[in-house]
């Protein structure tokens, strides 16, 4: 009879394992706990944007796209996760893809609800879990979020369809898609790659269809605020406003590139996505001086030298919730 219950036991725990690491999230890890300052009643589920990943490399030597915002969250208390998405796919099926990922949230913490946060294309992520879940969703804040869509994607898909290298482009991202992936230690036919899609679903046009579905957060006016809260649904974003912050940081000539060919068509913007279109229900803050890497704080941290740390950002945010019992 031992030896049953013992076979059984060995099963589920076997069976959870492989469940776990089946969904493919990124659990915020921590060796002691400092405070309970972040220490939110419901998990916190992250959704990383396009060229998105949760960890290149290996857990010694690798860069996280969450650049040490959730060990920070665990040593404060917090319960979080990041979840892993399509790199390149449409807001809806990447989407989905997150959806699966917060139902095993709540599956292996036993939460009823759960705060989201989502990057750039990860903003269509949590907004599209919101609307297809609402009941089981505490608050959502996208940052850097493209909202309203983007110029850069506009202006790209629009050159590749006059130029007739739609197709050739789709081949190349998706590829990439595939090595990004690869380096995750991936197959990267579980999470499948549409360049196209994912440029379409970023566009202007893209996202005006998309938010003719998932409307919850939007402004309310032309680059004005959206509803605090809605559906019993807290909402917030935030964003920076600098495409260039350190002449160290590489990305940087890349996101002043971008800024000259298409973001400042837009006005103020982080190098991609403008101020505007990142506005989504109450604006935290909408002038760090941040590029689109740096809100994430991507590359080892690197930002301008008297700017914000992002890490304490979200920390901060996190304890915005504990105050407000979700």
């Given amino acids: 009879m031992k030896i049953k219950t013992y076979l059984a036991a060995l099963s589920f725990i076997l069976l959870s394992s492989t469940a776990v690491h089946a969904s493919n999230l990124q659990k915020a890890e921590t060796k002691f706990v400092v405070s309970h300052y972040a220490k939110t009643q419901y998990p916190i589920v992250f959704a990383h944007g396009m060229v998105g990943f949760n960890r290149i490399g290996f857990d010694s030597l690798g860069m996280d796209y969450w650049y040490q915002i959730l060990p920070d969250l665990a040593r404060n208390g917090s319960t979080a996760f990041a979840a892993r998405m399509s790199p390149f796919n449409s807001s809806e099926v990447r989407g989905e893809q997150y959806v699966e990922q917060l139902k095993e949230v709540m599956a292996i913490t036993g939460a009823k609800k759960l705060n989201l946060i989502g990057h750039s294309h990860g903003a269509h992520a949590v907004r599209y879990a919101a609307g297809v879940m609402p009941a089981q969703i505490a608050s959502v804040m996208t940052v850097g979020g493209a909202n309203q869509g983007t110029i850069v994607a506009s202006d790209v898909m629009r050159l590749a369809n006059q130029t007739g290298t739609s197709e050739l482009l789709n081949t190349i991202i998706s590829s990439f898609g595939n090595v990004i992936m690869w380096a995750q230690g ?121 700017a914000p740390d992002p890490v304490a950002a979200y920390r901060q945010h996190a304890n915005r919730l504990k105050q407000q019992g979700l």
């Fill in 186 to 306: 991936l197959d990267g036919k579980a999470f499948p790659h549409n360049a196209l899609a994912a440029g379409h679903s970023t566009s202007i046009e893209g996202t005006a269809e998309f938010n003719q579905r998932f409307k919850l957060g939007l402004s309310l006016s032309p680059c004005g605020e959206g509803k605090y809260k809605d559906n019993g649904i807290a909402l917030y974003s935030m964003t920076g406003n600098q495409p260039v912050t350190n002449p160290l940081d590489v990305s940087d000539a890349v996101m002043k590139a971008l800024d000259l060919l298409s973001a400042s068509k837009a006005g103020a913007n982080d190098g991609i996505v403008s101020v505007c279109s990142a506005k989504f229900g109450k604006t935290i803050r909408d002038d760090y001086p941040w590029n689109h890497l740096d809100e994430i704080n991507l590359l080892f941290g690197i930002k301008g030298s008297f």
